[in-house]
């Protein structure tokens, strides 16, 4: 098949479009293997497509759950999104203004971002958001006819206030930054979700994130967490966001029904909430304080996996703090909660531990 047109754009070519597409849905749906088929008859017929190696980023994100544990993985990760800049980066040089190059640029700096924060390498996070935010300008004027603009426009009015207040060390480094709105930004990343190509399931899936860590909603998270697990039922994290969306929205049964899906998933990385997720059924539904306490406990003896399972240790230090606190013993009480507190990022989690007197 000879190679198609370096100017073929994704936004807007519909055989692209649908390639990329069937890219996607088997790389959220595990189908590792097919989606390096499709990548590489992308790379065939569209070798100068910055979308390629972004796919091939994308998909060593989700194959390789946590990025950090594998040995090559990362290399290949950051490989693919310096690759992904150099291709758009010659569309730029032909037209400064091109939407294509501006998005996978801005793409690009945005996965480079994402791993560092996950590495808990905060200032080299900024650093790639700073470069990001010359394309991030641009893409706020290309949402009107570019969907896929919502979701990084969005993520930015959303986080450029809500990072600093998360991690405060960033804050002198936040003023070169235009000032955001957090509401427009949860509008705008839902806009994303709902009429996006490329960025549709994750914006979806950062919306419902939004709403368990920040807005404490998790009946609101349930309902994107729902549509992406029905389209890809295989997913690990899709599963185990949804089926923890359903426990904080105490909706104990529908997720009972989960737990072995969950537990039939062969990701090491699953222990941990499933361990929880077993003791908040004990404690809540089952009220065994018990049986939830060793749940609790043997979930705090593994490992967790910033950033998928690090907030299940502090929610099982607070439910075993909970459960000190029904055997009036405060001063455990107190300790544990001081250990979800140094753990914790929701703001559910953070405000338990700050009532508790």
């Keep these: 098949m000879a190679p198609c047109s ?99 640029a801005l793409t690009a700096h945005s996965y480079l971002a994402l791993k560092h924060h996950n590495d808990d390498e905060l200032m080299k996070a900024v650093n790639e958001a700073r470069q990001a935010y010359s394309y991030m300008k641009q893409g706020f004027d290309l949402t009107a006819t570019n969907p896929e603009f919502f979701f990084t426009t969005g993520l930015y009015n959303y986080y450029v206030e809500r990072y600093p207040m998360d991690n405060p060390i960033v804050k002198p480094m936040m003023w070169f930054f235009r000032s955001g709105d957090m509401p427009l930004g949860l509008r705008q990343i839902e806009t994303a979700a709902r009429r996006a190509t490329f960025t549709r399931h994750e914006a979806a899936y950062y919306l419902a994130g939004i709403y368990l860590q920040h807005d404490n909603a998790p009946n609101r998270a349930a309902v994107w967490l729902k549509t992406l697990l029905e389209r890809f039922p295989n997913n690990p994290v899709f599963l185990m966001r949804y089926t923890e969306s359903l426990l904080l929205s105490n909706r104990y049964d529908e997720a009972q029904r989960l737990l072995p899906r969950l ?95």
Excluded at 43 to 65: D, E, G, K
Aim: include cysteine.
């Design 6 to 104: 370096t100017r073929a754009q994704v936004l807007t070519d519909p055989v692209l479009q649908q390639a990329i597409l069937q890219a996607l849905d088997n790389i959220y749906g595990g189908d590792f293997s097919e989606a390096d088929d499709n990548i590489r008859q992308l790379r065939t017929r569209y070798p100068q497509h910055p979308a390629v190696p972004m796919l091939r980023a994308i998909q060593l994100y989700w194959q390789y759950i946590p990025l950090s544990q594998n040995r090559t993985a990362p290399i290949q990760y950051v490989q693919a999104c310096e690759q992904t800049l150099a291709l758009a980066k010659k569309r730029l040089e032909k037209d400064g203004n091109e939407p294509e190059g501006v998005f996978f």
């Design 263 to 357: 537990k039939a998933m062969p990701r090491p990385f699953l222990s941990v909430p499933i361990r929880f997720f077993d003791g908040l059924l004990a404690e809540k539904e089952a009220k065994n304080d018990p049986e939830a306490a060793a749940h609790y406990q043997a979930a705090v003896r593994e490992k967790y996996m910033v950033p998928y399972t690090k907030e299940y240790h502090a929610m099982a230090y607070a439910g075993l703090a909970r459960i000190a606190a029904r055997s009036n013993n405060r001063s455990l009480a107190k300790a544990y909660y001081q250990k979800a507190l140094n753990l914790a990022e929701y703001k559910s989690i953070q405000t338990e531990v700050k009532l508790f007197k």
